[in-house]
């Protein structure tokens, strides 16, 4: 359903006058995008059980990666990218009994394939802002878990592959023969819980008698985008086929 939208929204937004597309070029990007702690999109968990109480928090992280850009019509532009991005997470224990109260980070890595439709609106001679909406099919290699003196954070992931919807909006500056600057901001949401967390404390003097808590977590951000896309000429050939010449 949610794939189904996306796809009627980029064939609705092709059609809008105002934009115009690198028609006939191909181009390859370098971009960098930190994490943004919103609890808005991802919510803090919070365990509770008895005298225990541990949180689990997105504080930011950082996404790199390569994109490469085609533009397809006078209004459109397709975008493939690969990204790398590790999520960090503020894990704390308390243990109300014992007197027990710690804190650390746990970092989550994963890999992700994001293919969006752009739609160009023109606000100057050379800066432009576009739209974009599309999907990613994100990976994750391996768990991830960190430990304290007497508790444990483990995030284990659900699936080793999953699909996310991504939205995109921006501005972006172009000069004439040294390529593209493009500023703006991502939301991605995965389709399904990216892992269940886990929060155990364990009670070393008491036989390691381990108390674990268990929790969902979507794996949602929003990031800051920084973008280079380096220059390229039009394709002439495909350039006259566009324009029916």
Request: aromatic letters at 14%.
């Amino acid at each position: 359903m949610h794939l189904r939208l996306a796809v009627i929204l980029c064939m609705s937004l092709s059609g809008m006058p105002v934009g115009w597309a690198q028609l006939g070029v191909t181009t390859f990007g370098l971009q960098v995008k930190p994490v943004i702690p919103f609890g808005f999109f991802d919510a803090d968990k919070v365990y509770q059980q008895e005298h225990l109480h541990a949180t689990l928090a997105l504080d930011g992280g950082l996404a790199f990666g390569m994109v490469v850009r085609t533009g397809i019509s006078k209004s459109i532009s397709l975008e493939v990218g690969l990204d790398q991005i590790t999520r960090r997470y503020d894990f704390t224990m308390a243990n109300d009994t014992a007197g027990y109260d710690d804190a650390t980070t746990v970092r989550y890595v994963g890999y992700e394939l994001p293919v969006t439709c752009l739609v160009y609106i023109r606000l100057g001679e050379r800066t432009w802002m576009n739209n974009a909406l599309g999907a990613s099919v994100d990976f994750y290699p391996s768990d991830a878990k960190r430990e304290l003196a007497n508790a444990q954070a483990y995030l284990f992931r659900r699936n080793w592959a999953q699909v996310g919807i991504v939205g995109n909006i921006g501005v972006e500056y172009r000069t004439e023969r040294s390529g593209f600057i493009y500023l703006g901001a991502t939301f991605h949401r995965p389709f399904g819980d990216m892992a269940q967390a886990d929060a155990t404390w364990l009670d070393r003097y008491a036989s390691y008698r381990p108390y674990r808590m268990s929790t969902g977590l979507s794996g949602s951000y929003l990031t800051l985008d920084l973008r280079y896309y380096f220059h390229e000429d039009p394709d002439k050939a495909r350039l006259r086929k566009a324009r029916g010449r």
